[in-house]
């Protein structure tokens, strides 16, 4: 949050709106145990707050599966946990570095279900006219490009993501 907004918060800790930005800043980032306490603390101060109240819901959605996923995994339930973590997905959360965990999570039970090709195509859709080498090639380094991207700052990252992404879709579909 800019130093604006946390002068706002400053000078008036229930800032509604301010609130709810910081929220989704902490959403975006992955924090979304922080996120989650500021969009409560928006709705404190303003019941009718919408926007908090449908952040607020969703966080708590992809929370839920994400748990419901971890506890599968641990039990051994690697079928189970990669509906969880797939359904957490499908919430469609713009954020990277949590959506980044919950596919290295899907990924690992599905190597763990003895279909690593799967895994890999799983975390991004495979263009059409790969088949065979070249698709698991592309496969594999979608999956590289994912953990690279995992270590740099956000604006960063979805810019060279986006960026490999479409070189390697040009490379291999020649």
């Known amino acids: 949050m800019s ?59 992809v929370v839920r599966e994400k748990q419901a996923g971890n506890a599968a995994f641990k039990a051994g339930r690697y079928e189970e946990a990669v509906t969880a973590y797939t359904a957490a997905l499908d919430e469609e959360v713009d954020c990277p570095p949590f959506n980044a965990k919950l596919l290295y999570n899907r990924a690992l039970c599905l190597s763990k279900l003895g279909r690593p090709a799967q895994a890999l195509a799983g975390t991004q859709p495979l263009p059409s006219g790969l088949h065979g080498c070249r698709a698991l090639v592309f496969c594999t380094l979608m999956w590289l490009c994912m953990c690279l991207c995992m270590c740099l700052c956000l604006c960063l990252r979805q810019c060279l993501y986006r960026y490999l992404c479409l070189c390697l879709r040009q490379c291999l579909c020649r």
């Open 3 to 61: 130093s604006h907004g946390s002068a706002i918060l400053r000078e008036n800790p229930n800032h509604t709106e301010a609130l709810y930005v910081r929220g989704l800043a902490l959403y975006v980032r992955g924090d979304m145990e922080k996120a989650e306490a500021h969009f409560k603390q928006a709705l404190r101060g303003d019941p009718d707050h919408s926007r908090s109240r449908l952040q607020l819901k969703a966080v708590k959605r």
